[in-house]
């Protein structure tokens, strides 16, 4: 369909580590993924796209959806000073010549973001655990559930010290400072629990 509106592909792929490669092979202005992908046909291309955004933060990269994967949106909504970014819900793009023209103004560098996208993670903001990187909280349900820092090292496949680093910035970014008062993993915990709840 591309090449019908001037567009060049130069690779396609169907898994997040060929997507990978095919990037740093080939050096594309513009980059176009699904946010799921195999194996598992979760986020694996999101994380991708937030991998390959963090890496080189002016490449173009547009994501393609069913819905609004909250856990890397915002990650990858706030890449690259919000340049050249796309989010786009598949059941939405109704016209394939403007679908073309948004692709086109995301690797001329613009933002193109499906408004129900910006209308959920807007609402998601009001939780504060929507700050927290998709690791940070994966640690943090694993001190819900009542894990040492070694055993959620072990379940993490990390260092205890990147446990510990995971930990200091949920506390950072929950806003929870030092104080003789009160236990911040505690609060953290009771955050989440919170959280989850609504």
Request: charged share 25%.
């Amino acid at each position: 369909m591309l090449p019908r509106f001037g567009v060049r592909v130069v690779a396609a792929v169907g898994d997040s580590p060929a997507l990978l490669a095919a990037v740093a092979e080939h050096r594309p202005e513009l980059v176009v993924t699904d946010v799921r992908m195999p194996p598992g046909y979760t986020d694996e291309g999101l994380r991708a796209a937030v991998a390959l955004r963090t890496e080189d933060p002016e490449l173009a990269v547009v994501a393609l959806s069913q819905y609004v994967q909250h856990s890397y949106a915002g990650e990858l909504l706030a890449s690259g000073s919000g340049r050249s970014i796309g989010y786009l819900l598949k059941d939405r793009i109704g016209d394939v010549a403007e679908f073309a023209g948004q692709l086109r103004r995301v690797a001329e560098g613009g933002t193109v973001v499906d408004p129900e996208v910006v209308r959920q993670l807007m609402q998601r903001r009001r939780d504060p655990l929507t700050l927290l990187s998709a690791r940070e909280r994966e640690v943090l349900a694993l001190m819900a559930q009542g894990h040492s820092n070694a055993a959620a090292a072990r379940l993490l496949s990390l260092t205890e010290a990147g446990v510990a680093k995971h930990i200091g910035n949920v506390l950072t970014k929950l806003n929870l400072p030092v104080s003789d008062d009160t236990n911040r993993r505690v609060l953290a915990v009771l955050a989440y629990l919170r959280s989850r709840s609504d």
